[in-house]
């Protein structure tokens, strides 16, 4: 490709760099090659037009900045745009050019990972070649690979639909981070269709109130979108009105799931142990649909992703049948095993405030005895939901075990404690291996244990070093332990 290649999106228009040759493209200067266009990036830590130079010195063929950006004395191309992260993204999409035909996105505090796997595997079962990209990676036919961020960045993910989309993926899934759509790097996706959860507290530690942060995930229906998309939005949040009436105003098709979904409508469900049984009604027709997944909150995830799948094509009656055949998500109510004496063990990812709520909620009904729980919470990370995740423990379980969940740079003893200021009662152990060991040690019959927080998380980072650590590994050895 040809610098005059991002026309459009890059001012080259009559410039003399118009016929540089382009190899690749970049926002970190420690990964710029010969002929690859720099992006300067304004970010939280760094201003990346302090990095100019750098990647100049190792051979940028130009670089894109922002106006006002202090970038001066190159002897490349420097090129001035309003909003170097958007050009990024749709100069990503440009430059490698391809995608699968058929793509969603879905945002939310909570679920989207789930609607992601769940979308995709209901395009499987209706014969489509498909995938899903999210924070448990990217999961298409024949690849199953662990990624870093929620929501890649552009360069990362342009390069993923090119891969899938030759790889024959027809029909791909991701999930919409409120980082990721706030720094732009879905923006040159093309999307068919977009779905909202759910909104709770997260990351407050980069949105300054929960009504910006609202604000990014609307982005995904008010900016990215094609007016006349279908929006699936789930009815029963107290954030759905809000969101309805901006993906109505932003000329969207908009679906409504749930008890007060009109799109999909859940009239009944009847919780068994492992298992519920819905009954949905979609174009008057009722449907009784038997999920093999225990959790209230899983029918929601299944309904937006059933919604998903009917929006962009899937026949009704096929994406509601599929859902019979669904299976979790790794590390989301994750059954690992019960004890002798029929006691299960899950291991869950709720490591925010409502999550937590969620997974405790909806074990409570087929526990006859008591709801043990062991949690911690990030270190670096959000500092306020400590307490408000040891008040949810304590009122919904029965024994709360304070341990350690990435304390990162921060002292551990410290996040427990904050976790125990709003959690009297329960017993502090910092090892984590130690909290599931007797956690498990604990169980009678008739009790449930979540283990929440890491999910699919296969390390534990203290400082800067991250040690293997996997929630899964701990529960079994522990059960096997008790068995011995
Ligand atoms: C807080 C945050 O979101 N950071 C993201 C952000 O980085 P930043 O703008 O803060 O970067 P910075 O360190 O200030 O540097 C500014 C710029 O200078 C550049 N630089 C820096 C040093 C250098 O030597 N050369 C150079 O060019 C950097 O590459 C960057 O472009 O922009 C970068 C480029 O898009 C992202 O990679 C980076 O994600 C980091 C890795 C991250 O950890 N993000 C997490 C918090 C995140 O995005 N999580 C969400 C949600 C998770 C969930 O709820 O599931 C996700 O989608 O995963
Ligand atoms: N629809 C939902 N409503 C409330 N809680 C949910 C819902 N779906 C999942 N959860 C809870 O949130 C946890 C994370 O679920 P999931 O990974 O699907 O969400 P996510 O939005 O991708 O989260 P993250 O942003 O952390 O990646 C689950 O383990 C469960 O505890
Ligand atoms: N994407 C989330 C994951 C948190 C998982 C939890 N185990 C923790 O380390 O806090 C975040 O970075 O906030
Ligand atoms: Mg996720």
Same mark, same amino acid.
């Given at each position: ?95 490698? &050019? ?12 909570? =679920? ?12 499987? !079962? ?7 990209? =999210? ?47 706030? !720094? ?146 790794? =590390? ?113 019959? &008739? ?7 890491? &999910?699919?998380?296969?390390? !534990?980072?203290?400082?800067? !070093? ?19």
């Amino acid at each position: 490709m040809h610098l005059k290649d991002l026309a459009g999106i890059l001012p080259v228009e009559g410039t003399a760099s118009r016929d540089l040759e382009v190899t690749g493209l970049s926002s970190d200067s420690r990964s710029v090659k010969a002929g690859v266009v720099f992006f300067a990036l304004a970010g939280s830590k760094a201003d990346g037009s302090a990095y100019a130079a750098d990647a100049a010195s190792r051979g940028a063929a130009a670089v894109v900045a922002g106006k006002g950006a202090a970038v001066s004395g190159l002897s490349i191309p420097v090129l001035v745009v309003d909003d170097p992260r958007h050009a990024l993204a749709l100069a990503a999409a440009r430059f490698f &050019g391809r995608q699968p035909e058929t793509m969603v996105a879905v945002t939310g505090t909570a =679920g989207k990972t789930s609607v992601a796997a769940f979308t995709r595997q209901i395009w499987e !079962q209706a014969g489509f070649a498909a995938a899903s990209i =999210g924070t448990t990676g990217v999961v298409a036919p024949g690849r199953n690979e662990y990624g870093s961020l929620t929501t890649p960045d552009p360069v990362a993910l342009h390069r993923l639909l090119k891969e899938l989309a030759d790889a024959g993926v027809t029909h791909a899934s991701m999930e919409a981070s409120s980082h990721g759509l706030d !720094q732009r790097r879905l923006d040159g996706v093309k999307l068919a269709a977009g779905a909202f959860t759910n909104l709770g507290r997260d990351h407050m530690d980069y949105h300054p109130t929960v009504e910006d942060y609202h604000r990014a995930k609307l982005r995904l229906f008010d900016t990215l979108l094609p007016k006349g998309a279908p929006a699936i939005v789930f009815a029963d949040d107290p954030w759905s009105e809000p969101t309805i009436k901006a993906a109505k105003a932003a000329g969207l098709k908009v679906l409504t799931v749930g008890r007060h979904g009109d799109f999909l409508t859940l009239k009944r469900v009847e919780h068994e142990r492992h298992r519920q049984r819905a009954e949905i009604v979609a174009d008057g027709m009722l449907h009784e649909v038997d999920l093999p997944l225990a959790g209230d909150f899983q029918i929601a995830n299944a309904l937006v992703s059933a919604g998903l799948a009917i929006a962009t094509g899937t026949p009704a009656a096929k994406a509601l049948t599929a859902l019979e055949k669904l299976k979790g998500a790794p =590390g989301r109510l994750d059954l690992v095993g019960t004890t002798a004496a029929g006691a299960p063990v899950y291991v869950d990812y709720a490591h925010k405030p409502d999550a937590l709520e969620n997974v405790l909620t909806s074990v409570r009904p087929f526990t006859t005895g008591r709801v043990v729980v062991v949690f911690g919470c990030g270190g670096d990370r959000d500092r306020g939901k400590r307490p408000i995740m040891g008040e949810i423990a304590t009122r919904l379980a029965d024994i709360v075990i304070v341990t350690d969940d990435n304390p990162r740079t921060e002292v551990p003893e410290t996040i427990r404690a904050a976790i125990l200021a709003a959690a009297p009662g329960a017993i502090e152990i910092g090892d984590r291996r130690k909290a599931i060991h007797e956690a498990v040690a604990m169980l009678r019959a &008739g009790d449930t244990l979540i283990v929440a927080g890491k &999910g699919h998380e296969e390390g !534990q980072t203290v400082g800067v !070093q991250t040690f293997h650590f996997s929630d899964h590994e701990e529960v079994r050895d522990a059960l096997k332990e008790r068995a011995a």
